[in-house]
């Protein structure tokens, strides 16, 4: 039972256009999200996070919105910027258990 | 200020062998997370420490699975007898405590032939 979805296995912008990657999940207990990046040969690594009380949080570039009566989140980054060029993953934690669920991920790649 | 640190980063051994992983979490992070990323799959969660003990061993996948941490630091994830299906890369991640922003190693890829 996968519960974090990431529907788009891949997806493909233009630099200097907006990125928009999205997250579906079924727990209803989840209060907590996260998105991490991967690049090839490396661990993740954190890049924006959303609590449940918030619907939306935005660090530079990157944007994370919340719609929790629809049980999703995206991740908007704009511009894009070749460098952005990864795999992307969404993962939720349930308020005091530790457990993060991950998303299977979106490779997205940003076209000069 | 080293980041996470991950031994061996290559494993490739035979069905049957036993293996061992080391993790070095960041200095001071209490909290330490074994997760598997098999090919094409999203990160599965297999094991979380605090300090020595592990409250939640609920992801992994069989007992030939198993890991220790010792001194609040080094953590080892050993899987006996391995088998074809445990091919993937295993990664470790830390915490400064638990629910903050966790810290991933660069993963052992493992491959069972």
């Known amino acids: ?112 | 200020g080293a980041g996470v640190s991950q031994s061996p980063s290559n494993k490739v051994t035979e069905k049957g062998k036993d293996v061992e992983l080391r993790c070095d979490p960041i200095s001071g992070h209490t909290a330490l997370y074994w997760y598997r990323q098999s090919l094409g799959q999203g990160l599965e969660f297999l094991i979380y420490f605090q300090g020595n003990s592990a409250p939640d061993k609920s992801g992994l996948p069989s007992d030939r699975f198993s890991a220790e941490r010792t001194g609040g630091s080094v953590s080892t994830l050993t899987i006996q007898r391995t088998q074809q299906e445990d091919s993937a890369v295993y990664l470790c991640a830390s915490s400064l405590v638990q629910r903050e922003t966790q810290y991933f190693g660069p993963g052992t890829r493992l491959l069972v032939l």
């Open chain 1, 1 to 112: 039972d996968q519960q974090v979805k990431q529907n788009s296995p891949s997806l493909s912008v233009q630099e200097g256009r907006i990125s928009i990657l999205n997250c579906d999940y079924t727990n209803s207990m989840f209060d907590y999200f996260l998105w991490y990046k991967k690049y090839p040969a490396e661990g993740p690594t954190f890049l924006i996070s959303i609590s449940s009380i918030k619907d939306k949080n935005e660090d530079g570039r990157f944007t994370v919105f919340l719609n929790k009566s629809a049980k999703h989140l995206s991740l908007h980054i704009v511009p894009s910027q070749p460098g952005d060029s990864a795999v992307y993953f969404c993962a939720a934690s349930s308020g005091g258990y530790q457990k993060v669920t991950f998303g299977t991920g979106t490779k997205l790649q940003v076209i000069p």
